[in-house]
């Protein structure tokens, strides 16, 4: 069963920008969607990048600010996040399942079913 631990989080100012990291024990690279979600206070999960085998799956709303790679020496996913704005202030998560990630549907959390602690992101204007 992979676990997985975020990490990269903190406060920037609008425009700035931060790097998360998703380590992934148990992580088989081939094995496995990671998805990137982002929940703000009183607001739904919402699912903002996925990769799977170097495929990346971007959503609109984050689409030329955002991009997701991995290491798969480290078992490490990464979410780069840049021009960031107030905005994307949000609590970010990193999600496993099984499989490969899907155009339509990666960002649709309750298709993962093993979750990271979550990483708190915190843009100021």
């Known amino acids: 069963q992979v676990q997985l631990v975020e990490s990269g989080g903190g406060s920037v100012q609008a425009g700035g920008s931060l790097r998360l990291s998703c380590a992934a024990s148990?992580?088989?690279?081939?094995?496995?969607?990671i998805g990137w979600f982002r929940q703000a206070p009183g607001k739904e999960r919402e699912g903002v990048a996925a990769?799977?085998?170097?495929?990346?799956y971007i959503h609109n709303s984050v689409k030329g600010r955002f991009t997701t790679s991995q290491d798969v020496a480290k078992n490490t996913v990464y979410l780069q996040m840049n021009s960031l704005k107030p905005e994307d202030t949000a609590m970010y998560y990193c999600?496993?399942?099984?499989?490969?990630?899907?155009?339509?549907?990666?960002?649709?959390?309750?298709?993962?079913?093993?979750w990271g602690q979550g990483t708190q992101v915190t843009v100021s204007s």
């Open positions: 990769i799977y085998i170097g495929s990346t």
């Open positions: 148990g992580y088989i690279y081939s094995r496995y969607c």
């Open positions: 999600a496993a399942k099984s499989g490969a990630c899907a155009e339509f549907t990666f960002m649709i959390a309750a298709r993962y079913n093993v």
